[in-house]
């Protein structure tokens, strides 16, 4: 049996953890033999229901913050960010003083990229490292977008990449994925065979995805945003292979991008540890895509610090 972990899921009773804490409990995220607490059913030792994050955060090993107020229809991101970082700024300070200092975190509520810069801002004692936010859904929706048009499934589809916010300035882009197709592996853009699609009608469709799901719904996504969720956290305690995933992280400057924003890059994981994939060629039209959403986070992130210091 391996250690027990202490497994932190915050806004436990809205609609992505009423999915979460399923798949967590049941050994999607950590592994079968992996005792987690403060969860729910089957691998549990434990469950503690709180309001105190003091207690909640004492001791975590790995957190899902998901509790946030989600966009509903009509609601622009600015009346996000209100609402929401100070509650990341409390969260924070709590996780630095209880925490262990090599939890795992990782921001589903949004505006996740930057909430996740507050929550790391406020609790200087744990790595930048630690602190990622989700852009995996839209990753998943990118790919699924791809096996849909090539008629193959998703797991066939591998090394897609999101670029910067997790919003719809986001860049999906598939310029280095590949495609396994009866056996063969080729570059997606190869087997796709459509230059405008790709640069048109699939980037508008994954960006748009998450505001697609609120008008049909009038709820945001739950059950992918929390598949997504158990995948990141899985790929960050399991490791990536030799495949790539996308993860808001924070930047160190790669790619030209302005340090310390909370970007998402393509990373590979191994030893709990994740690191930049390098090296990529970025043309000119990616160049522009990626500086476009570096602008919009860098807006957010300011704005988020405003209203922290108010
Ligand atoms: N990053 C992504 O890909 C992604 C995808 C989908 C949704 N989201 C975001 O996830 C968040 C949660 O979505 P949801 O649909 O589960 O919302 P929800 O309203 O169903 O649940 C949120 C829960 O958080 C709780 N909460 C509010 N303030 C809190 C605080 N200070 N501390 C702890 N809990 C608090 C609420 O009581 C509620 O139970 C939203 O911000 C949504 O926009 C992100
Ligand atoms: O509020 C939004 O626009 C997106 C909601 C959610 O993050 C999603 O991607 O489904």
Known sequence: MAETLKVVVTGAAGQIA????????????????????????LFLLDIVATDDPMVAFKDADAAFMVGAMPRREGMERKDLLKANVKIFKAQGQAMDQVSKKNVKVIVVGNPANTNACILSKYAPSIPKANFTCMTRLDQNRAQAQIAAKLGVGNDQVSNVIIWGNHSSTQFPDVAHASVTIQGKTVPVPEAVKDDSYLKNEFIKTVQQRGAAVIKARKLSSAMS????????????????GDKWVSMGVISDGSYGIREGLMYSYPVRIQDKTWSIVQGLTINEFAREKMDATAAELSEELDAAMAECEA
């Open 18 to 41: 009423y999915s979460l804490l399923f798949s967590v409990a049941k050994g999607d995220v950590f592994g079968k033999d992996q005792n987690c607490c403060k969860s729910c059913p």
């Open 225 to 240: 945003a929390a598949k997504a969720a158990c995948d990141h956290m899985r790929d960050w305690f399991c490791g990536t």
